[in-house]
């Protein structure tokens, strides 16, 4: 069982950074591939990125590519994503989530594949 906690969230203008956490809980953390999805309101959940256990493979949506980024810290048990140039396109309950996917490209960005998933945390993005 794996628990997750998001945090970080809040109201920024456009431009502006914010760094998302996701703690997760359990003893397997670097056994388990992490992403970061996103629902904005009336729209599917949507992804953002996820990393390998190890670390060593990054996905990033196209639509995020060179301003969101996704890291892990095992030491740590937490998983980041660290938010540049935010735009009001970004407003969304971001979620992140933990299974054991295969890591490809096709793979990673469904979420039924994710078998743990944390509360949600709000990101909101002024013009």
């Known amino acids: 069982q794996v628990q997750l906690v998001e945090s970080g969230g809040g109201l920024v203008q456009a431009g502006d950074s914010l760094r998302l956490s996701c703690a997760a809980s359990?003893?397997?953390?670097?056994?388990?591939?992490m992403a970061w999805f996103r629902q904005a309101p009336g729209k599917e959940r949507e992804f953002v990125a996820a990393i390998s256990g190890s670390g060593g493979a990054l996905y990033h949506a196209d639509s995020v590519k060179g301003r969101l980024t996704i890291s892990r810290d095992s030491a740590k048990n937490t998983v980041y994503l660290q938010m540049n140039s935010l735009k009001p396109e970004d407003t969304a309950v971001y979620y992140c989530?933990?299974?054991?996917?295969?890591?490809?490209?096709?793979?990673?960005?469904?979420?039924?594949?994710?078998?743990?998933w944390g509360q949600g945390t709000q990101v909101t993005v002024s013009s």
């Open positions: 989530a933990a299974g054991r996917p295969r890591m490809t490209a096709a793979t990673v960005v469904r979420p039924t594949v994710y078998d743990y």
């Open positions: 359990g003893r397997t953390f670097s056994t388990y591939a």
